[in-house]
């Protein structure tokens, strides 16, 4: 019987869960401090129907203080411009699509917040089915563990084979290589790495936050499609609901849909040409300048970075110095890579 253990890493500037599936990363919840909390998922608002496109059957409804948010309809349940609804956030904005949301009912006033989501404690505790969250150290470990794993893009398979997922503007790509599992029977060892992978392709998929249209490439020919379709079900299940798992096609490829709910971690480490932002960075600084103080009791220390980072991480370490005293400064290296960092003692 699979177990799952939730772990939370508040840290300064962001806070960041983790829930383990038989010891493997299997969701990664990052809550950064300076982001819009009204924008989360499972947020409840008052918000005004602003325009509505009958084409698509869609309306744009203003939350509030210049927030956005778009809303599908039913002919028999269209909505009225100027109308003001009880909605609460169903998928958060990534970019460039809005939010999207769910009607809960009708609403007076003006837009406004009327319920704030579940904090990521309780969102773990509900995910991981479990009663408590393990904080402290423990929590930073697994939770740097889970950041480093849901950003890579070649994962091996227990049993040999390795997996490749990509996201593209479209859908998410998924490939599956046998790579240097060994076996006499090659359409068993072929099913043996069809089933472990779609496993792992759930796995991965909830710990990258990924979703929507999904094509998952399986390896070898002449396929059980009834296995893998009942394998597919039982991976995807905590997904649900929403998830449509399509059969087995002439190319040896399954199609599936994925309700798409938080950001993708992605989406928030990284910029649109993939690489770490400097905020991203710049909470790895403090977070490393952090360890250092805390294992270095009354030393003083200088946290070394690029420019860039070190500009970054100004007010990061502001709020450090509350935690642990002015004895952390900042020195900016011009001609470092944007991803070298150091503490050292001063």
Do not use: Y
Request: with cysteine; proline share 5%.
């Amino acid at each position: 019987m699979s177990e799952r253990f939730a772990f939370l890493d508040r840290g300064i500037g962001e806070d960041r869960g983790v829930i383990l599936l038989d010891g493997q990363p299997e969701r990664l919840l990052i809550r950064r401090h300076d982001e819009d909390a009204c924008l989360r998922v499972g947020t409840r608002l008052a918000a005004r129907v602003r325009k509505i496109e009958p084409a698509f059957a869609s309306a744009f409804l203003d939350l509030g203080e210049g927030r956005e948010a778009m809303m599908a309809f039913k002919p028999e349940s269209r909505p009225v411009e100027g109308q003001t609804l009880d909605v609460e956030i169903r998928t958060a904005p990534r970019p460039g699509k809005l939010a999207t949301v769910r009607v809960v009912g009708e609403a007076a006033g003006d837009p406004r917040v009327l319920a704030a989501a579940p904090d990521l404690e309780s969102l773990l505790c509900m995910l991981g089915k479990c009663d408590e969250v393990t904080l402290g150290k423990e929590a930073g470990r697994v939770a740097d563990l889970a950041e480093a794993e849901a950003l890579e893009t070649f994962h091996s398979l227990p049993g040999g084979g390795n997996l490749a997922i990509e996201p593209t503007r479209a859908l998410v790509a998924v490939d599956v290589d046998l790579g240097e599992r060994k076996g006499q029977d090659a359409k068993r060892i072929s099913r043996q790495a069809n089933m472990t992978a779609l496993s792992e392709t759930a796995r991965l998929l909830r710990l990258k936050g990924l979703g929507g249209i999904v094509i998952i490439d399986l390896v070898g020919r002449g396929h059980d499609a009834h296995a893998l379709l009942a394998a597919a079900r039982l991976a995807f299940a905590p997904d649900n609901p929403g998830v449509s798992i399509g059969a087995v096609g002439r190319f040896g490829t399954m199609e599936l849909l994925i309700p798409r709910r938080d950001r993708s971690v992605r989406d928030v480490l990284l910029d649109a040409e993939g690489k770490l932002t400097d905020q991203t960075l710049a909470l790895r600084l403090v977070r490393l300048a952090l360890a250092e103080a805390l294992s270095n009791p009354g030393g003083r220390l200088v946290a070394k970075a690029e420019p860039a980072i070190v500009a970054e991480a100004q007010g990061l370490f502001s709020a450090l110095r509350e935690k642990v005293g002015g004895r952390v400064t900042l020195a900016a290296q011009e001609g470092w890579g944007r991803t070298k960092m150091q503490v050292v003692p001063a």
